[in-house]
């Protein structure tokens, strides 16, 4: 299983890293700071799950699913955002999850279950 991460602020991302480092166990976890590096980084990879802050600095996260829904694998998208302004927007691409911040290790753990 891979697993890519997207999320602007470096201490969010290390932070949702170790929550799902913990709820998946040490699977190939992947880290981006940037919506266009995990993009470039998907193509010729099987991508298992995704999880992405919707707003981003360039590439939205909301325009990442797409291109990774294009290459038509199963992805498990899991948007993350501070509000819920683009919750719709994100449930029209039929994603797994929409979680709210600060994520906690319990919305994770409910984003995998919901997966399954």
Same mark, same amino acid.
């Given at each position: 299983m891979e697993i890519i991460l997207v999320m602007k602020d470096y201490d969010e991302l290390l %932070? #949702? +890293?170790?929550k799902v480092e913990s709820v998946y166990g040490r699977e190939k976890i992947c880290t981006f700071q940037a919506a266009e590096d995990a993009a470039a980084y998907a193509k010729g990879r099987h991508i298992d799950v995704c999880y992405t $802050? /919707? /707003?981003l600095k360039g590439m939205s996260g909301i325009a990442?699913? +797409? $291109? #990774? +829904?294009k290459k038509g694998e199963d992805i498990q998208i899991n948007f993350i955002s501070d509000t819920q302004e683009y919750a719709l927007d994100a449930w029209k691409l039929f994603i797994n999850d929409y979680l709210l911040k600060p994520v906690s290790l319990s919305a994770v753990q409910h984003s995998? %279950?919901?997966?399954?």
């Open positions: %932070d #949702l +890293k170790n $802050e /919707v /707003v990442l699913a +797409k $291109e #990774l +829904k995998r %279950d919901c997966s399954r």
